[in-house]
Structure formats: C-alpha cells, structure tokens
C-alpha cells in the first residue's frame, strides 16, 4: 500500500490556469490566489442581461404593451444570461475540487506500483501542460467565430421579434443578444467541450498504465469505484445545457400551441446524448477492467477449485493431504468465505459507471424537463415517475 505522503505530488485539475482563467486574470475578473467564480457569475450575467432589460424597459418591451411576446416571454434570454452563463462559470470550481480530489486517489488507494509511479505523475504533468497551451484554444476561438458568422439573422431568429423597429431592423437589443449574450454563451459550452476532451484523454492515458487493480475489490471496479464521482464535475454543464433547452420549449408550449406530448422523444434524445457525452471519459477504463476480469475469473477460479478439492479430500474421502497451506490460510477460511472471492470477480464491472455517476448526469438533465412537462401534467404524477426511473 503506497502511503498517504506519497500523494503529496499529485497535482491536476481541468481548469486551473488554462489560456481561458489566465486572460480574466490579466483584467482582474479571477484573482492571484483561487477561481473567483462567484465575481465572474455575477459580472457575466450582468453584462449580458442587464443591457437587455433596459433597453426592453425604455422601449415598453420588458413586460408587456408594445409588442405580442415582450422580453419577459422569452424565457430562453433570461436563463441563458442569468442561469446556464453563471452555472458554466461555477462548475469551474466543481470540476476543480472533483478532479483535486480525485486523482490522488489513485496513489492513496496502491491502485500505481513503484514501477509506474513515475509514468503516472507525467501523465497528469503531460495533461495539465495539454491543458495550458495555446493551440487548442486558437481552435476554439475559431470555431466560435465561425458559429457566431454562420448563425441564423435576427429576422430568422423568434427570440428576437421583441426587438424588432418599426422602420425596420431589431436596434441595439438585437445587437447586443447577436453579438454579445449567444457568443459567450455559445464561447463557454465551448471551453467545457474541451474540458470534456481533456478528462476523456486523461483517462485514456492513465488506463494504459499498468495498475494493480483488484478483482475483488468490494466497489466491484477493481478499486476504481471512486471514479464514479467523475461526472460530477460535468454536473453544472449539464444543468446549464438542459435549462437552456427547456426554457426555450416552455416558451413554445406557452406561446406557440406545442403539447408537451409532442417533447417526450427530444427530451429522451437529450437525456441519452448527455450521457454518452458526459460519461464517455469512464469509457477508456473498460479495456483494463474486462482484462482483470478475465484473468481474475481464472485465477480465483483455479484458486477456489483447489481449495475445494482439498476440502473435500480431507473431509469427504478421509484422505490425508498433510499440511496444506491453502486449508489453514486464515485470508482464506472456510470454503463459504471461498466462494465470495470468486463471485466477486464475476461481479466486476466493465466500466466504473454506477448510479452515482448515471444520477450526476441524469438528474441535472431531467430535471428542467419536469418544468416543461409540469406545464400540462400534474407535478404529482411527474414526481412519482421520476423516482420511479432513478430507483
């Protein structure tokens, strides 16, 4: 077992002092020491909301009057800004505490022999550089550019028709949600793609690593249960990816006659692409777990079959076996604490995916879900079904 000093050295998170953190460092929005997530929520979601709602308010645009569907029907404005911007921003420091907590895990746990140790520390120092270069977010930046070039014109766009003027065009309201709100919302969902990238290449490397995985260990993950918690550090984003859709089909039921009958199929669509997307950095892992398996199942295999035969020669046969080790092993015992040990390689998984990851990224997904679906249908009878599904 590696001591717990041992871990001193491990040192990764997905977020800290990336190109991203260190630009809002430089103009003062994350300060020297810590993420400042809070600052940032509140600073983004002012600057892309609050110039709206004036501009709305001074126009006789914000509630009603002036226009059939105000700003204030347009729920999808309102949770991008003052929700899902702030949520993408907050799960920095999610992710960071997750991956923090996480990755020394796997020296406290012994899961990292002597011979491997090394391999392992410069995979975290090889990701963390990876995740401080500068290309990649030349990428980003591009395909952002391109989104916000490509993206559909005010007049194809509904969220806008509040803005639109009299003599025509959609004035400085639909300038600033062009221009400013749908990009940085649309530049974040970017840099958590990723980060998402990131984590799944930092399991893919770390699986390659020659582990001391143990087949019967009792989280049925060979010791890699405690990657379970991974999603989690996604759970904001996926709040945030799910919010914003919702909002936007609670408006067409509102204002647009869509029954939410008609939603189940995209809300389902929604709830198995999360899960593919945000569990997929678990996937890496089933490579080495099926090859402990198999190897376990024939070990503890041959292991039980002997102790059994011996047993039985013994005490069925009346034989003498002489001092065999295997009979008086006390890690071993009776032939009923045998058998466990076998079962329990069986019982290995094939990927440390539990309920607790499949929870942190069902439930932020399907949750916003229930408020479109409480539009028509008893909040009673979505509750109950809802338990029913997760339990």
């Known amino acids: 077992m590696t001591r717990s000093s041992d871990a001193d050295p491990v040192d990764f998170s997905l977020t800290r002092n990336d190109a991203l953190m260190r630009a809002q460092r430089a103009i003062g929005l994350v300060p020297r020491t810590g993420l400042g997530v ?9 600057v892309t909301w609050l110039p709206l709602a004036v501009w709305a308010l001074v126009q006789g645009r914000a509630v009603s009057g002036n226009v059939e569907e105000p ?15 702030p949520l ?36 975290l120092r090889s990701t963390n550089r990876l ?33 639109e003027q009299p003599a025509g065009g959609y004035g400085f309201a639909g300038f600033w949600f062009s221009w400013v709100l749908r990009p940085i919302f649309t530049a974040l969902l970017l840099v958590w793609a990723w980060r998402l990238v990131l984590a799944f290449l930092l399991c893919a490397r770390l699986a390659r690593l020659d582990l001391r ?39 067409d039921v509102l204002y647009h006659g869509v029954h939410v009958d008609s939603l189940r199929m995209p809300m389902i669509a929604l709830g198995v692409v999360l899960l593919v997307l945000f569990l997929a950095p678990l996937l890496p892992w089933g490579r080495p777990l099926r090859v402990a398996k198999r190897r376990a199942e024939l070990e503890y295999g041959a292991l039980v079959a002997e102790h059994g035969r011996l047993v039985r020669r013994r005490w069925i046969l ?16 009776p032939v009923a604490d045998t058998i ?7 019982k290995m998984r094939a990927v440390p995916i539990g309920r607790r990851s499949l929870l942190a990224v069902l439930l932020p997904a399907a949750l916003p879900q229930v408020v479109v ?9 979505l509750l109950l079904g809802l338990l029913k599904t997760l339990t």
């Open 131 to 163: 995740r401080e270069r500068a290309a990649p977010w030349v990428v980003l930046a591009g395909i952002l550019i391109a989104v916000v070039l490509v993206a559909p014109s005010p007049a194809a766009n509904h969220e806008l028709v509040w803005t």
């Open 88 to 123: 993408l921003i907050l799960a920095e420091a999610v992710s960071h505490g997750v991956t923090t907590r996480l990755m020394p895990q796997f020296l406290r746990a012994g899961l990292v022999p002597d011979s491997e140790r090394e391999r392992f520390l410069e995979v």
């Open 318 to 333: 009346g034989e003498d076996v002489g001092d065999a080790p295997i009979l008086s092993a006390p890690e071993l015992g």
């Open 213 to 251: 995985l143990v087949p019967t260990h009792p989280d049925g993950a060979g010791g890699l249960g405690f990657l379970e918690a991974l999603p989690i550090a996604f759970s904001p984003v996926v709040l945030a990816i799910s919010v914003v859709l919702a909002s936007r089909w609670s408006h």
């Open 38 to 46: 809070a600052r940032r929520a509140l600073v983004f979601a002012a």
């Open 340 to 346: 466990p040990l076998y079962e329990a390689t069986r």
């Open 71 to 85: 700003l204030l029907a347009h729920f999808g404005i309102h949770v991008r800004a003052l929700l899902a911007i």
């Open 373 to 381: 679906l409480a539009i028509e249908i008893p909040i009673k009878d």
